[in-house]
């Protein structure tokens, strides 16, 4: 079997640290950017801030989902599977998140509404932290 066959030790290790060092910094950089920004090293997704998210199958389009929810906080709409339509909510009281599910069981009797809550988010983030420091050591 014909192997690469290449000697790194005529570098220093200095020279072999070189490579991952610029790529850690540029790394910590990107990331101070984004908490500088966001207030976070990422952007969490809804599993980590809480919100609602719906599943529903409909052919109205972008504007008109907009216009129907424009008195909730609809973050994002995107593409479902089996041609549906995923709908995300932030985090909301009570009685906003009963009118959303009663407008929604109207007009969209087949939709599937799943509250998430903003304490499962921080347990996950508690998890992860563990998980990294686990890793590291």
């Known amino acids: ?24 910094v540029i790394s910590l950089v990107l990331l101070a950017l984004n908490m500088a920004t ?3 090293p990422v952007t969490p997704g809804i599993d980590f801030s809480g919100g ?17 929810f424009a008195g909730y906080p609809l973050i994002d709409i995107s593409q479902g599977i089996n041609n549906g339509v995923f709908l995300q909510f932030s985090a ?15 007009k969209y009797p ?3 509404i799943n509250q998430i809550g903003e304490t499962f988010g921080k ?7 563990i998980a990294l420091l686990f890793s590291s050591v």
């Open 1 to 24: 079997m014909g192997l690469i066959n290449y000697n790194i030790e005529k570098y220093s290790p200095k020279q072999l640290v070189i490579i991952p060092l610029v790529f850690l």
């Open 38 to 40: 966001t207030g976070m």
């Open 52 to 68: 609602t998210a719906v599943n529903l199958y409909t052919t109205d389009t972008k504007d008109q989902l907009q216009s129907t």
């Open 92 to 106: 909301m009281d009570d009685t906003k998140f009963k009118e959303l599910t009663t407008l929604i069981n109207q």
């Open 110 to 112: 087949d939709a599937s």
């Open 123 to 129: 347990s996950l983030q508690y998890q992860a932290v």
